[in-house]
């Protein structure tokens, strides 16, 4: 069909050591703290620690990362260190893609509960953990740099997944 563009293919599988640079910069675009990319390798290189990433396929077949998150695991829990999407392509469902397939990943590998801190006034996000199921279990004052509009204060939430 003339004018019509093939659908958008998205893969979710786990980054390189080479994504670090684009991890950085997506991270940082999304948080006023970011990490460098030698903060992100040595928590990459971390045996109990995976990652996975968010690609989009052009349509001439190019795959760029365009979201990431990183999990932390110990003995029966984990706890997501953080979560990112590219502000071009938020709103898109990368993040809960990025989401599920980290909390099959846990599932399989046997975890029982899994944590997360949020920014309580990130309406988007806590409405997304709060659909996969998550129930906040505390909060945590003064947790993140705030601004005018914020106090900074993280929400901790949990997912029990066994």
């Keep these: 069909m003339i004018g019509l563009l093939p659908r958008t293919r ?13 991890m950085v910069e997506i991270h940082a675009d999304a948080f006023a703290r970011g990490w460098s990319a030698e903060d992100l390798e040595a928590l990459m290189a971390q045996p109990n620690v995976f990652a996975l990433a968010i690609r989009r396929e052009s349509i001439f077949g190019i795959r760029r990362l365009v979201g990431f998150v990183l999990v932390r695991v110990a003995a029966d829990e984990a706890e997501i260190l953080t979560i990112a999407v590219s502000p071009s392509r ?4 990368y993040g809960r893609l990025l989401m599920e397939e980290a909390m099959r990943k846990l599932y399989r590998e046997r975890v029982g509960a899994c944590f997360l801190e949020v920014n309580r006034d990130n309406d988007r996000a806590v409405g997304l953990y709060q659909l996969l199921g998550f129930e906040e279990v505390g909060m945590r004052k003064g947790y993140y740099a705030g601004d005018a509009e914020s106090d900074g204060s993280a929400l901790v939430m949990r997912l029990q997944l066994r």
């Design 10 to 22: 998205v893969y979710v599988e786990e980054p390189t050591l080479s994504d670090a640079d684009t």
């Design 90 to 93: 938020r709103g898109r469902g």
